[in-house]
Structure formats: C-alpha cells, structure tokens
Nanobody, 123 residues
Framework: QVQLVESGGGLVQRGGSLRLSCAAS????????MGWFRQASGKNREFVAG????????YYADSVKGRFNISKDNAKNTVYLQMNSLKPEDTAIYYC????????????????WGLGTQVTVSS
C-alpha cells in the first residue's frame, strides 16, 4: 500500500506562484512513477506532470510546460510541483498519484491517489 498526502494549495493572484508537496509513504515507493493531476469543476481529471522515482525522468502536459516544475526529494519521499505564472484556468483540485510507468498520462494507470489540494487563481 502507498499513502499520499498533498499540501500547499491555496488562493493566489494571476501571475503568482505556489509550491505543492506530496508526501509519500508505503512499500516500494521508489519503484513507482509519481504524477500530478488536476480536476477543475465539471471537468475530467487531467495529467499535469510526472516523474520517475528511480530514473528521474520528467514529463509535462503542454498546458503547463515552461511554467510548472516537478521535482523530488528521495530522502524525504516527497514530490513537489512548483507552479509559476499561474492563470485562472489553472484553478482546480490538484492530486498526487503513484503507479503507472514512465511517460504515463492516464489517470487509469495510477493506482494510488491522495485526497487533493485546492488551488484557486484569481483574475
């Protein structure tokens, strides 16, 4: 089993920044790919960014490339999502997920999920 706990969400103005954290615990966490997803009200959950614990390979959705940065701290078993130049359309609940394979962008490929953290960007 894997447990994931997100933190760092909040309210920010357009152009601002936030850093989300995902604290992971459980067996063999280092064998998983970690992903950040988001779900806006009335919309499907969508992929944001992913990182492999073992290889460190990183990939992003086109909508956030150049603005968001995913990273990890192996010693703390924590994955971060630094979000810069935020836009109102980035408003959503952001979820951390574990599972999948490197490059996976489908929510169905991830077996473990956190409860999410709300990010609201005002205009």
């Amino acid at each position: 089993q894997v447990q994931l706990v997100e933190s760092g969400g909040g309210l920010v103005q357009r152009g601002g920044s936030l850093r989300l954290s995902c604290a992971a615990s459980g067996r063999r966490i280092e064998s998983y790919v970690m992903g950040w997803f988001r779900q806006a009200s009335g919309k499907n959950r969508e992929f944001v960014a992913g990182i492999s614990w073992s290889s460190g390979s990183i990939y992003y959705a086109d909508s956030v490339k150049g603005r968001f940065n995913i990273s990890k701290d192996n010693a703390k078993n924590t994955v971060y999502l630094q979000m810069n130049s935020l836009k109102p359309e980035d408003t959503a609940i952001y979820y951390c997920a574990a599972g999948g394979y490197s490059g996976s962008r489908s929510p169905g490929d991830y077996g473990f999920w956190g409860l999410g953290t709300q990010v609201t960007v005002s205009s």
